[in-house]
């Protein structure tokens, strides 16, 4: 099995930046890829963003490219969000997924096996 705890959530005004971390713990070695999603008050749970832990690709959702970026420390079984130019329309929180063995799209939920219990990102006006 697979443990990821998120940390770095906070309140931030709009046009400032928070730097999100996802560490993993467990089974890490057979991980595939690990991803970010959000969720808002009476919103579904969407995609933000994902990496693979071999190679260098990444992806994002069209709503946070060229503002967040995702990163990985192998060696920490660690991943981070960079989110910069904060908008109020990011408010939710934030969760960190992995995949071991990958079956699906990297942007959907459905496609992951372990989920963290979440961190809040609050956008202030």
């Known amino acids: 099995q697979v443990q990821l705890v998120e940390s770095g959530g906070g309140l931030v005004q709009a046009g400032g930046s928070l730097r999100v971390a996802c560490a993993a713990s467990g089974r890490t070695f057979g991980i595939y890829a690990m991803g970010w999603f959000r969720q808002a008050p009476g919103k579904e749970r969407e995609f933000v963003a994902g990496i693979r832990w071999r190679g260098d690709s990444t992806y994002y959702a069209d709503s946070v490219k060229g503002r967040f970026t995702i990163s990985r420390d192998n060696a920490k079984s660690t991943v981070y969000l960079q989110m910069n130019s904060l908008k109020p329309e990011d408010t939710a929180v934030f969760y960190c997924?992995?995949?071991?063995?990958?079956?699906?799209?990297?942007?959907?939920?459905?496609?992951?096996?372990?989920w963290g219990q979440g961190t809040q990102v609050t956008v202030s006006s």
């Open positions: 997924a992995a995949v071991r063995v990958f079956g699906g799209s990297v942007y959907l939920k459905d496609s992951y096996d372990y």
